[in-house]
C-alpha cells in the first residue's frame, strides 16, 4: 500500500516529469497504485497522488454487465504519459478525490476524448473514452499537472476546506500526509 497524500499537502502542485522509459520500476508502481486504489474505494489515482512525479495514471471503471445490470467486472487501465489528443462536448459531473477526502465539487468536463498513452509494455496506444471514463481520465491528468479539485471551487469553499482538513490531521496527529 502506498501513502495517499491529501489536500493541502504542496507536493500535489508539483507538475509531473514524463516518463521516458516503461520498465520494472513503473510496472510495479502500477500494480502498487492499483492496490492503494481498490483499498481507497477509488476509481483513480496518478502518480502524484502517492508522492511520485511520474506521468502515470491508473483507472477502473467497472464494467456493466448486460445480461444482468447488477453484476460488475474490473476494468483496469494504466496510461503513461497520457495526453488528451482530441474532446468533444461538455458534460457536468460530480466528482470525489482520494486527496480530497469528503469533498464532491459540480465539474464541467469534456463528454469525448481520445488519449494517446504507453501501456505498461512501453506500446503506444489510444483510446477514445465517453462519459464516466473521460471523466475519470481527465480528472487524473489534471492530477500529473498540478490541477486539484479544490481548484474547482471558490476560494472561500477551498479556504473553509483547507481548515477543515488541517483540524482533522491534527486531531488524527497525521500532518505528514497534509504538510
Known amino acids: ?3 495517499i497524500l491529501k489536500f493541502p499537502d504542496p507536493r500535489l502542485r508539483d507538475k509531473s516529469r514524463k516518463v521516458e522509459k516503461v ?4 510496472q510495479d508502481l502500477a500494480k ?3 492496490e492503494t ?3 481507497g474505494n477509488g476509481i483513480g489515482l496518478a502518480a502524484p497522488q502517492v508522492g511520485e512525479l ?3 495514471i491508473v483507472l477502473d471503471i467497472p464494467l456493466i454487465d448486460p445480461v444482468d445490470p447488477q453484476k460488475t467486472k474490473r476494468d483496469p487501465l494504466a496510461l503513461v504519459n ?3 489528443v482530441w474532446g468533444e462536448g461538455n458534460i457536468q459531473y460530480e466528482e470525489g478525490c482520494l ?3 469528503e469533498l464532491v465539487v459540480l465539474v464541467d468536463r469534456m463528454k469525448a476524448i481520445r488519449v494517446s498513452y504507453l501501456d505498461l509494455n512501453g506500446k503506444p496506444l489510444e483510446l477514445a473514452a465517453t462519459g464516466l471514463k473521460a471523466v475519470c481520465i481527465q480528472h487524473e491528468i489534471d ?3 498540478g490541477i486539484l479539485l479544490v481548484d474547482k471551487i471558490s476560494r472561500l469553499k477551498r479556504d473553509l476546506y483547507k481548515q477543515k482538513r488541517l483540524k482533522i490531521a491534527k486531531e488524527e496527529k497525521d500532518m505528514a500526509t497534509v504538510l
Open 1 to 3: 500500500m502506498l501513502n
Open 23 to 26: 520498465g520494472r520500476v513503473i
Open 32 to 34: 502498487n497504485m492499483f
Open 37 to 39: 486504489m481498490y483499498d
Open 54 to 56: 511520474v506521468r502515470l
Open 82 to 84: 497520457p495526453q488528451i
Open 99 to 101: 486527496s480530497c477526502p
Open 143 to 145: 492530477h500529473l499537472n
